[in-house]
Each structure stands twice: as C-alpha cells, then as structure tokens.
T-cell receptor, first 116, second 114 residues
Framework: AQSVTQLGSHVSVSEGALVLLRCNYS??????LFWYVQYPNQGLQLLLK??????LVKGINGFEAEFKKSETSFHLTKPSAHMSDAAEYFC??????????????FGPGTRLSVLP | SQTIHQWPATLVQPVGSPLSLECTVE??????LYWYRQAAGRGLQLLFY??????ISSEVPQNLSASRPQDRQFILSSKKLLLSDSGFYLC?????????????FGPGTRLLVL
C-alpha cells in the first residue's frame, strides 16, 4: 500500500531563510506527486505536481520540489521564506495502479511558521 | 475555468440534529468528486468519493452519508450528528478522463457540533 510521510509536523524558519519541507513516499509503481498548501480556514491549493519528465518541478509562490526516485522523496523548497508562506503544507501521492478513491493519499501535513 | 463551491462556510449544530453540506462544481463535466474531513490539527481523511451520478463509495464506516443527485453536485448528510463529527469538511474534484489526476479543493465548511 502506498503511504506518505512528512518529517516534522512543525517547521519554523526566519524570514529570508531557506524553506525545506520533507516528504517521502512508498508506492508500488512510479507515482504522481503533489504538494498542496492550506491557509487557515481555507481549502487546499495546489502548489506543484510531478507526473513525468523533468524531476525538478517549479510551482507557484517561488516553491519547487525535486523527485528523487532512489530516495523515494519529493522535498519542497523555497530559497527565501516570506511571512505569507506561513501555512500548512501537505504532500500527496497518487498511485496509478489503484482505482479511483483509493489512489490519492495525503501526508499528515507540516505547519510552517515564519519568524520575523 | 473550473470552480468549486461549498456551503455553508460555517455551521454550528446541536448533537442529534441533521446535517446537509453541499458542494457544486462549475466548468467541467462528469468530474470525480470527493468528501474529506480534517479534524483539528490532523490530516485529511477521505470520507466518500463518486465517479458518477448516483455512484458513491465510502471509505470509512461512520455516521455520515453522501449523495450525488446531479453530475456536478455532491451532498454530505447525516441524520443525527455526533460530537465527533465536528471538523473541517472539504470537497474536491478531479478530471474523470485521466486516471489519478490532480484533485482541486473547495473552500471548505467548518462544522462545530455542540
């Protein structure tokens, strides 16, 4: 069965510092991988996704993530944190070998705090 | 472009009362639809998904039910709410023609059961 782990339920960085949010997955087939962001009392917004092709994926708001098959990882980074980046971030994996509804698995989330 | 709506945005209900949350999608046809619950400080739990009108699959046994009376309408219901039903409910859709496509989320409904 597929699963997603996010190391660190809460990450704090200073404004202007590097943001690194970790995501590791397990999947029986090459997965599709996603990062979503959730601001307080809002729905989830897609940041970026990897399906096939280039392993370094660029998303909105200056975020990017790199798919590393050998490490089964899809870590999210941003060179310089901004106060507006404070939110909850969810990694998700989609397993193409499984049926609808059973294939999209979310990690537990990482809350990012940005300190002035 | 596609948009997804949920209402109400916030709801406070007494224990034992009924529930009806609505989700509608615009700008697409025959979407896959999903209901998730997010308890305080926790991740997302898939409750129901639907691949077509009248087709509902439940992921976890619970006090809730779902219906899809129209192609782009997805309703979450309960006959008698429990305290444990409190949470943030999210509706999502994805393209049906492409397996495992991206899920897009609505703004959510915050439910507080007292």
């Amino acid at each position: 069965a597929q699963s997603v782990t996010q190391l660190g339920s809460h990450v704090s960085v200073s404004e202007g510092a590097l943001v690194l949010l970790r995501c590791n997955y397990s999947s029986s087939v090459p997965p599709y991988l996603f990062w979503y962001v959730q601001y307080p009392n809002q729905g989830l917004q897609l940041l970026l996704k990897y399906t096939t092709g280039a392993t370094l994926v660029k998303g909105i708001n200056g975020f990017e993530a790199e798919f590393k098959k050998s490490e089964t990882s899809f870590h999210l980074t941003k060179p310089s944190a901004h106060m507006s980046d404070a939110a909850e971030y969810f990694c998700a994996v989609s397993d193409r070998s499984r049926a609808y509804g059973q294939n999209f698995v979310f990690g537990p989330g990482t809350r990012l705090s940005v300190l002035p | 472009s596609q948009t997804i709506h949920q209402w109400p945005a916030t709801l406070v209900q007494p224990v034992g009362s009924p529930l009806s949350l609505e989700c509608t999608v615009e700008g697409t046809s025959n979407p896959n639809l999903y209901w998730y619950r997010q308890a305080a400080g926790r991740g997302l739990q898939l409750l129901f998904y639907s691949v077509g009108i009248g087709q509902i699959s439940s992921e976890v046994p619970q006090n809730l039910s779902a219906s899809r009376p129209q192609d782009r309408q997805f309703i979450l219901s309960s006959k008698k709410l429990l305290l444990s039903d409190s949470g943030f409910y999210l509706c999502a859709w994805s393209v049906s023609a492409v397996l495992q496509e991206t899920q897009y989320f609505g703004p959510g409904t915050r439910l507080l059961v007292l």
